[in-house]
């Protein structure tokens, strides 16, 4: 009787490890410490496992006064960004949100951030449930280019 159960236990356990994964996943999201008052990036990643096309439409942060979708480019050596309504999360595919290329701005923090901190902020999408992400914040050496 106890075989049985344990292969059954087994059984569920292997199912679940390899069902399709669906729905949007979103990893590794992380800011630099930040003074109050300042604007800050936040940088992750958002894998689409649908097979519907989606978008970021927007995010809600508590820890600031506003919260936009921004896109650095490289323009004739000078890096510029700009705010933009949606950032498009293809299916099937991460989209990389990371210094220099797409990032969360958030603008005016209500207060400082520092290395170690956790801050949360709500992603909406244009077809998927909103998604409640935790922010760490830590120092990272290799960015230089601001945000
Ligand atoms: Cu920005």
Not at 42 to 62: F, P
Not at 76 to 89: F, G, I, K, P, Q
Not at 123 to 128: P, S
Request: aromatic share 6%; net charge negative.
């Amino acid at each position: 009787m106890k075989k049985r159960i344990f292969v059954l236990l087994a059984v569920l356990l292997f199912c679940a490890a390899c069902a399709p994964k669906t729905g949007i996943e979103v990893r590794d999201a992380w800011m630099n410490p930040a003074s109050q008052g300042a604007t800050g990036g936040v940088y992750l990643t958002i894998h689409n496992y649908d097979k519907t096309d989606d978008a970021l439409v927007g995010v809600s942060a508590e820890v600031s006064q506003a919260a936009e979708i921004h896109e650095s480019k490289l323009e004739n050596d000078v890096m510029r960004m700009r705010m933009v309504e949606s950032a498009a999360l293809p299916a099937g595919k991460s989209v990389e949100f990371a210094p220099g290329g797409w990032h969360i701005m958030l603008v005016n923090l209500a207060r400082p951030l520092a290395d170690g901190d956790t801050i949360e902020i709500v992603l909406h999408f244009q077809q998927h449930a909103d998604i409640l992400v935790s922010v760490m914040v830590h120092t990272n050496a290799s960015e230089h280019e601001g945000h």
